[in-house]
């Protein structure tokens, strides 16, 4: 009786010849140039030994999609986290850089070397240097305690997350289009119109939550309605499907060919201690408002297919 063959053992995943050098090359460049900080997209780096191989004083940026403390090796090495999605590496980047300056783990004015690449590509593909305040508009003035609180919540990495899912993946296969608003409900109470008969209104408070994963989908079907949705500090979706009518600064304003959704957006954020996340119909984008002003704005893989 002839014996089943024997299975090889697996092959344990390489590390890729371009993260390797790139590495190498970001370690090397960051001592060149005096920069203190390198920021990696974790998830890309399958030997993780490989950083810690080329540093010597620099401080890491582990760039994760969820906690993990094996990362931190140093007590001052850093750790952010942004939600897993469909970005692009410079939208990646993007969110990573605003968290990481929130978490107060990069000054506006500091100069970071990027070791970054394509969302689920396993390899690091692209080296460059970014400065917020140079490179990001928004980050030239200083934010507000209220404001730097709430951009680095786990609620706002929460409804990124929720907003991209909507972005990307509509309803039924139908684009959505909405906006959800983050902040003190009592404040931003003064600027809205109900649309329709509150949906949330009755509900316990944890039926309700952005971070219980099942009411994802109740988001979804609300979203249907013409209406924007308020969120509290704790999560908790106090309203949905209503009209922001915060008056119009005269120096609001809003890139051209988009509409009342980011107009009524930037407004609200205007006058009341509040963030709204705009996700736009037509082209799947992902647009952050705060204090009147745009603070990014992601591309969907949806948006940048068509």
């Excluded at 709430?150 to 609620?155: A, I, K, P, T, Y």
């Excluded at 408070?205 to 099942?214: K, T, V």
């Excluded at 006058?271 to 082209?283: G, H, P, Q, R």
Aim: net charge neutral; aromatic share 4%.
């Amino acid at each position: 009786m002839s014996q089943p063959p024997v299975e090889a053992n697996p092959v344990a995943p390489t590390e890729a010849t371009e993260t390797r050098l790139l590495v190498s090359y970001g370690f090397d460049l960051a001592r060149q140039l005096g920069i203190q900080k390198v920021l990696v997209l974790a998830n890309l780096v399958i030997d993780r030994k490989l950083v810690e191989k080329h540093r010597d004083r620099e401080r890491l940026i582990w760039v994760t999609h969820e906690e993990d403390s094996s990362l931190k090796t140093s007590n001052e090495d850093y750790q952010v986290t942004i939600p897993e999605s469909s970005f692009d590496r410079m939208d990646q980047l993007t969110l990573a850089l605003m968290m990481a300056v929130m978490s107060s783990a990069v000054d506006v004015e500091e100069s970071v070397v990027c070791l970054t690449g394509t969302a689920g590509s396993k390899r690091l593909d692209t080296l460059l240097i970014a400065n917020p305040k140079r490179d990001f508009p928004w980050f030239a003035r200083t934010p507000a305690d209220e404001e730097r609180e709430q951009l680095r919540s786990r609620e706002f990495v929460r409804l990124i997350e929720i907003a991209v899912k909507l972005a990307s993946e509509g309803r039924e296969g139908k684009p959505i289009g909405t906006i959800l608003v983050l902040g003190e409900t009592a404040e931003i109470e003064k600027h809205i119109r109900p649309l329709i008969l509150n949906p949330c209104s009755g509900h316990p408070r944890r039926a309700r939550n952005i971070h219980d994963p099942s009411f994802l989908e109740t988001i979804r079907e609300l979203s249907a309605i013409d209406g924007a949705f308020v969120i509290d500090p704790k999560g908790v979706v106090e309203h949905a499907g209503v009209y922001l009518s915060a008056p119009l600064r005269k120096k609001i304003k809003i890139e051209k060919g988009l509409g009342s959704r980011h107009l009524a957006a930037v407004s609200l954020t205007g006058v009341a201690n509040a963030i709204a996340i705009v996700v736009s119909e037509s082209s799947g984008r992902v647009t952050v408002y705060s204090q009147g002003a745009q603070v990014m704005a992601l591309e969907s893989r949806r948006a940048s297919s068509n």
